[in-house]
């Protein structure tokens, strides 16, 4: 639970919601229930050496990785490059500098995770949107607005979010090909960030870009790792996976320069731990999360919509038919429903008039969200 955190704290909200008094957090991307009982064993274990000097990795931390997904997902993929990285954001970081040039575009699809904008403008590098489109059907790509992006000469890189957040779309097999099929055509490389991975309610599954790519002869590496999944974004690493030798030597060889391989004795062990002994616990969340989606899908009051997530554990709210300008829907949640979420600008201009809760929690929070936004909505109404 969180409890004690800063991610929370009353002078966060007071920042992002312009107050803290009697709000209900539910706008950051992890679960906020117990953790599975096993990583914490394993952390209070670790604690207990009372040792923390060099740590090394054994190789049974990437080994538990490719266990899982190949139990989990069917991704068998002990044939790829696995390198450990402190964060996804610091991958994609580190793979815009080694592949692309200043000035060079580089592909977002939005409304998209908050921290791909800056990554690649504070590189220098320009966002090049390919804005997703909302049908009658859930969100769907642009390909032929992304095949004119992709083919003009600066744009060299594109960044897939794979499921995304926060629209909740786990692509499939035959959208990720169309991808892999159009970057590789205008040899644009893809970096694919599969954090969310674990999370896709069935009976969608997610599909690893690996699998789009090994045809297509498209250049890819894939940002993978536990911390979506279990919460663990405060002690854990992450990995990239790549088939091409070249790439992981690269990505390494900077990694190594930078010292981003540190390794950290808590991250290392809550990461194999999380892959070995987090099914079950995974499962029951899994449970909680379709069960909230169901309760909010039959309970949203009239004028707020659940767009239907196919994964992650996000849901994205449509709040247009209340008629509400940008400024006015970001004030109305906190000050209006006492609710902290992410407003969908936040995600880009594309997100106007949504919002993005998240629920990983107890049932109990998405009921009283839920009686919030009902009252707010009522008082609009009047
Ligand atoms: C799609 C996506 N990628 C990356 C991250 C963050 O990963 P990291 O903290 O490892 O950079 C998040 C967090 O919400 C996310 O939703």
């Avoid at 006015?328 to 008039?353: I, K, N, V, Y």
Wanted: hydrophobic content about 45%; glycine content about 8%; some cysteine.
């Amino acid at each position: 639970m969180r409890r004690n955190s800063r991610a929370a704290d009353a002078g966060t909200l007071e920042r992002l919601f312009g107050g803290a008094d009697g709000l209900l957090p539910l706008w950051i991307a992890e679960p906020d229930v117990g953790l599975a009982p096993g990583i914490v064993a394993a952390l209070e274990e670790r604690a207990a050496l009372g040792w923390y000097g060099y740590e090394m990795r054994p190789r049974s931390v990437v080994e538990s990785f490719w266990e899982w997904m190949s139990d989990r997902h069917g991704w068998n993929g002990t044939d790829l490059q696995a390198s450990v990285s402190p964060s996804v954001g610091t991958s994609i970081s580190v793979l815009i500098d080694l592949f692309t040039e200043p000035g060079d575009g580089v592909v977002i699809q939005p409304p998209v995770f908050t921290d791909f904008k800056p990554i690649v403008t504070s590189a220098g590098r320009t966002a090049v949107r390919n804005p997703l489109t909302l049908t009658d059907d859930g969100y769907r790509m642009d390909l032929d607005d992304l095949e004119s992006k992709v083919a003009e000469p600066e744009t060299r890189m594109m960044i897939l979010c794979n499921p995304h957040n926060p629209v909740g779309r786990v692509w499939t097999l035959r959208e990720l090909r169309e991808v892999a099929e159009i970057c590789a055509r205008h040899g644009v490389f893809v970096v694919s960030d599969e954090i969310h991975a674990d999370i896709a309610l069935p009976p969608h599954r997610f599909t690893p870009f690996a699998a789009a790519a090994s045809d297509a002869g498209v250049g890819w590496a894939a940002a993978h790792g536990p911390i979506k999944t279990f919460g663990l974004a405060g002690v854990c690493d992450s990995l990239l996976v790549t088939n091409d030798e070249q790439v992981a030597k690269r990505f390494r060889s900077a990694a190594s320069r930078f010292h981003l391989n540190r390794n950290n004795a808590f991250g290392i062990a809550a990461f194999e731990t999380a892959y070995r002994t987090g099914a079950r616990w995974l499962d029951d969340l899994l449970g909680l999360v379709s069960d909230n989606f169901t309760l909010l899908r039959e309970n949203l009051p009239d004028g707020v919509t659940l767009i239907e997530p196919e994964g992650t554990y996000l849901a994205w709210l449509d709040f247009r038919s209340l008629g509400m300008g940008v400024p006015d829907l970001a004030r109305w949640l906190p000050r209006s429903a006492h609710l902290a979420l992410s407003p969908g600008h936040w995600f880009g201009r594309q997100g106007a008039g949504f919002a993005r809760m998240t629920v990983a929690v107890p049932t109990e929070r998405i009921e009283d969200a839920i009686g919030r936004l009902t009252e707010a909505v009522e008082m609009h109404d009047a």
